[in-house]
């Protein structure tokens, strides 16, 4: 992949192009998005080509470095305005989300050609029941039953609660870096308030040098966040924290449900690729309103400039 040293040089190389060219913000939104639009390329039998690019392709810009990747692309859309050519997509992340009416939380865009995801992230597309079941059926089928994913289905208003209320008490105490990875099955417990956060827990973020009473924020967080619908709360979990998190609920699940000990962990935090190369496959069945603003995205690339 070619690298350009700032966003004049990659400015120009977008024009010469003869197809339209599509920034994100890293590999993880280029693979979910070449792939969407592969699908539905073939499915729809329009043959349609565009470039997606990774921000990091603009290498050496001395307006970049002291941003992150999607500030960085909010000042290249602001910068490069009049390419035609060039259309965004960047991560909600928190930004214009009311907490106190989550169900008006709506797709939203900057410009017209800078969309947005639905949600915090590219993954929040699939936090769903279905998205899950339909990975653990495909990577797990000699371990688990029938009658275990029932009791998921069962369970995952729960879980989705508890992945959005961890989310947000790590955004409150500002230490979502320092529990990357840290939340495991072993930390959560099944209460008549469904799935919570053991108080030891906080233990182990002390040990990430954070005194963060984590376990006292998520509390919180889950009394307030009660009587959210599942749809609403998918889109407001952290991406890479949720999917830990609805993972560590679901391998808790397993646990208590006598799946085989030794699925438990890679039920936890296996099959990572594999995992990738399915939740991407598997929005591609979404209906339009879920999987916002994709199709819009690919619509824009499919008009004529």
Not at 15 to 31: A, F, W
Not at 116 to 137: K, M, P
Not at 273 to 293: E, L, M, Q
Request: a neutral charge; one cysteine or more.
């Amino acid at each position: 992949m070619s690298k350009y040293r700032d966003i004049k040089s990659y400015n120009l190389a977008v024009k010469v192009r003869t197809t339209k060219t599509v920034l994100v913000e890293g590999v993880t939104d280029k693979n979910v998005i070449s792939n969407f639009f592969l699908v539905k390329n073939f499915s729809d039998n329009v043959d349609c080509r565009c470039t997606i690019d990774a921000v990091s392709i603009i290498s050496n810009e001395p307006e970049l470095t002291t941003l992150g990747n999607r500030q960085r692309i909010i000042h290249i859309s602001n910068k490069l305005s009049k390419n035609e050519k060039l259309g965004y997509l960047i991560d909600r992340e928190w930004d214009n989300v009311d907490f106190q009416n989550l169900g008006a939380l709506l797709p939203t865009t900057l410009t017209e050609k800078t969309f947005v995801t639905r949600g915090h992230s590219i993954e929040n597309y699939w936090f769903s029941c279905d998205a899950i079941i339909s990975f653990l059926q495909n990577s797990f089928p000699t371990f688990i039953s029938d009658a275990f994913l029932r009791r998921l289905q069962e369970n995952f208003p729960s879980i989705i609660l508890f992945s959005a209320a961890f989310s947000l008490a790590a955004k409150d105490g500002s230490v979502i870096s320092k529990l990357d990875d840290l939340l495991g099955h072993t930390d959560i417990e099944i209460s008549s308030r469904g799935f919570v956060i053991k108080k030891c827990f906080n233990a182990k973020l002390l040990d990430r040098n954070s005194n963060f009473d984590i376990v006292e924020a998520f509390d919180y967080q889950l009394t307030a966040l009660q009587g959210e619908s599942c749809e609403a709360l998918r889109w407001i979990c952290h991406g890479h924290l949720g999917e830990q998190a609805i993972r560590a609920c679901v391998a808790c699940l397993a646990l208590t449900s006598g799946v085989n000990g030794s699925a438990i962990c890679e039920i936890e935090r296996g099959e990572k690729p594999g995992k990738f190369r399915h939740d991407s496959k598997h929005i591609t069945t979404y209906n339009r309103d879920t999987v916002a603003p994709l199709n819009d995205l690919l619509s824009w690339v499919r008009e004529a400039t």
